[in-house]
T-cell receptor, first 117, second 112 residues
Framework: NAGVTQTPKFRILKIGQSMTLQCTQDMNHNYMYWYRQDPGMGLKLIYYSVGAGITDKGEVPNGYNVSRSTTEDFPLRLELAAPSQTSVYFC????????????????FGPGTRLLVL | KQEVTQIPAALSVPEGENLVLNCSFTDSAIYNLQWFRQDPGKGLTSLLLIQSSQREQTSGRLNASLDKSSGRSTLYIAASQPGDSATYLCAGYQGGSEKLVFGKGTKLTVNP
């Protein structure tokens, strides 16, 4: 299994541009998450999904959109990029919220580093 | 609202030392608590997950404990090695929610 994969690894955007960060998992996990990590600030949840067709907001959803049309994919869309969206973005997945420790464990992708100038 | 705190923010120890990393949380209704490791420029790697019905979990040289009544979790690393140098993050679920709340991490340096 490749686990959780993210593309691209690094991207520079100009203010006002849009882009989609891709996330794919091959572990048949139901739950998927998007986080952003800023230096010294820990990880903040942007959006999450508990299954195909179901998404919900996290702590910092403004300026982002998501969709979940398949179990495997959970893309994050940035509309009208702003310097405040400069960050490292991580996608994660888990099998479920209830169950064994293995099923509840979140697995992370390698991250996408985004710079908005 | 669940808040997770990790103190200290950074820790430097000599190789071979046993050490404890601390994590505190405000909501005792925490569902489970996870410890992660993050190497520079990399994603997070899950180390241990302690479910709310458990008090501790062990994996190799790592032992994590959970005390819901005091709002604390600890990660014990035995016989530390330079390869253990990384940032360690703890995270707990906000009560009644599928949202994981992270601490800011402790940056560990193990000196040869």
């Amino acid at each position: 299994n490749a686990g959780v994969t993210q593309t691209p690894k690094f991207r520079i955007l100009k203010i006002g541009q849009s882009m989609t960060l891709q996330c794919t998992q091959d572990m048949n996990h139901n739950y998927m998450y998007w986080y952003r990590q800023d230096p010294g600030m820990g990880l903040k949840l942007i959006y999450y999904s508990v299954g195909a067709g179901i998404t919900d907001k996290g702590e910092v959803p403004n300026g982002y959109n998501v969709s979940r049309s398949t179990t495997e994919d959970f893309p994050l869309r940035l509309e009208l990029a702003a310097p405040s969206q400069t960050s490292v973005y991580f996608c994660a997945s888990s099998y479920s919220f209830f169950g064994t420790a293995e099923k509840e464990t979140q697995y992370f992708g390698p991250g996408t580093r985004l710079l908005v100038l | 609202k669940q808040e997770v705190t990790q103190i200290p923010a950074a820790l430097s120890v000599p190789e071979g030392e046993n050490l404890v990393l601390n994590c505190s949380f405000t909501d005792s209704a925490i569902y489970n608590l996870q410890w992660f490791r993050q190497d520079p420029g990399k994603g997070l790697t899950s180390l241990l997950l302690i479910q709310s019905s458990q008090r501790e979990q062990t994996s190799g040289r790592l032992n994590a404990s959970l005390d819901k009544s005091s709002g604390r979790s600890t990660l014990y690393i035995a016989a530390s090695q330079p390869g253990d140098s990384a940032t360690y993050l703890c995270a707990g679920y906000q009560g009644g929610s599928e949202k994981l709340v992270f601490g800011k991490g402790t940056k560990l340096t193990v000196n040869p």
